[in-house]
C-alpha cells in the first residue's frame, strides 16, 4: 500500500513538472503580445490578492541595476504557475499566506513595515516544509519566474547569445554578473 501511494505521489510530481515548460511557454507567448501597461487577467488570484503578489515580488527583486521582478511580470508568472503546476497544498499555502499577510496589514503598511512584515514570515515557514511554507513558496516561484524572464536573463544575469566551449570554472570579477544558460 505504501509503494503504491509513493509511486503516485511522485508521478504526480513528475506530471506537474512536465506541465511547467507548457506554462512558462504560455506565460512567455502573453508577455510578447501585451504591452506592460495592459495587465493580463488573472487565472489563479484576485485582484486584490494579485496587487500583493507584485508588491511582495518587487520586496524579494527590487529595482536595482537591473530591473525589478514585476518589471520582468514574475507575478504573472506566479499566477499562472500556481494554477497549472502547484500542489493543492501549495495553493492552499499560498493563499493562506497571502490572507494572513492582507490580516496584519500589509496592504496599508510602508515599505519598510512590509518587509519586516516579510521577514517575519521568513522566520515562521523557515523550519515547514515546503508544501506549508508561504514565503519558500513565494521566494521559489519569484527567482524562477524572473530568472527565466528576458530580462532577468538578459539584465540581470550576463547573457551570451551563443555560448563558446565548455569552462567548468570562472572567476567572476567584483560586481560581475553570474552568467545565464
Known sequence: MTDRRSFLRGTSALMTHAAFPQVLAAFLAGCATTTRTSPSKAIF?????????TVLVDLILPATDSPSASDARTHEFIDAALSA???????????AGLAALAAEGFDKANTQQR???????????????????????????????????????????????????????????????????
Do not use: H
Open 85 to 95: 503546476c502547484a500542489t493543492t497544498q501549495q495553493q492552499a499555502t499560498f493563499r
Open 115 to 181: 518587509i519586516t512584515l516579510l521577514k517575519q514570515r521568513a522566520t515562521k515557514d523557515v523550519a515547514l516544509p515546503y508544501d506549508d511554507s508561504f514565503f519558500k513558496i513565494l521566494k521559489d516561484y519569484t527567482l524562477t519566474g524572473y530568472f527565466n524572464s528576458e530580462v532577468g536573463a538578459t539584465q540581470a544575469l550576463a547573457y551570451e547569445r551563443v555560448p563558446g566551449g565548455y569552462q567548468g570554472d570562472i572567476a567572476l570579477a567584483a560586481e560581475q554578473k553570474a552568467w545565464a544558460i
Open 45 to 53: 488570484f484576485s485582484q486584490a490578492d494579485m496587487e500583493r503578489v
